[in-house]
């Protein structure tokens, strides 16, 4: 097992929201919405530092409420809609490098939009990347629709979207298919500098239930995280 004081939680919450105005502090069963990612992270002893990198005062203010570390506020031009991720990681670990002169061994990406995701989540990925050899674990969910069945639509006729899959006319032949659910990112930091972009060359999946790795996107889907959080709480 590698060293947990070396493990960085990084939690990114800008301002700006087209689809939901002040998102990422909207209020969700009870308290905002990155207080459900910040204290999943702090809950977990595998990790020794969590990091809230934002543009904006108030939610650097409520997320030092709950518990995470805000040594500086992400610059503007990082903070717009077509900001790559990468680029918001690699100014936070170099705005800590500034600062200390060190960098962790290893960081885990955890984005609020993704509240369903639980501590028991975050310790069972940080330990398969401990693990396993890899550059990267990442979160994936199964498909709810099934690619074998979307279409595409040229000179006003249907086409497949996959090539000859409507030959597969039962659904239980379709192979499983997964999909990136957005909830969980552990990556080695050397290899991560290395290439400045998410995806490595050699990563692990980290398979989660499609019930707990709602992404917020739009109204609807805070609406499903809200249904989602009282049948928890019902068990």
């Given amino acids: ?16 929201s087209k689809g939901i105005p002040g998102k990422n502090i909207r209020p969700l069963g009870g308290k905002p919405l990155i207080a459900w990612t910040i204290e999943a992270a702090r809950q977990s002893s595998l990790i020794g530092r969590v990091v809230l990198t934002t543009d904006c005062e108030e ?12 040594p500086f506020l992400r610059p503007k031009h990082l903070s717009e809609d077509t900001t790559p991720m990468a680029d918001v990681i690699f100014h936070v670990l170099e705005s800590l490098k500034e600062q200390s002169g060190e960098l962790p061994g290893s960081f885990i990406l955890l984005q609020p939009t993704t509240p369903l995701r639980t501590v028991k989540h975050i310790n069972e990925a940080i330990t398969l990347f401990d693990k396993q050899d890899c550059d990267a674990v990442v979160s994936v ?15 006003n006729e249907l086409h497949d979207l996959i090539a000859d899959s409507g030959r597969h006319t039962r659904r239980q032949d379709y192979p499983t298919v997964y999909k990136l659910n957005g909830c969980i990112y552990v990556y080695d930091t050397e290899m991560y500098l290395a290439r400045k972009e998410l ?3 050699k990563y ?4 989660m239930e499609a019930k707990d790795s709602i992404d917020i996107d739009t109204p609807f889907d805070f609406e499903m995280a809200k249904a989602y959080l009282k049948a928890r709480e019902r068990g």
């Fill in 1 to 16: 097992m590698k060293d947990s004081r070396e493990l960085l939680a990084i939690i990114p919450a800008r301002a700006g």
């Fill in 204 to 207: 692990v999946p980290y398979i």
């Fill in 199 to 201: 995806h490595m060359r």
């Fill in 141 to 155: 969910c199964e498909v709810m629709e099934h690619p074998y069945l979307m279409k595409t639509i040229k000179d």
């Fill in 59 to 70: 939610i650097s203010e409520i997320g030092r409420m709950y518990g995470a570390e805000t």
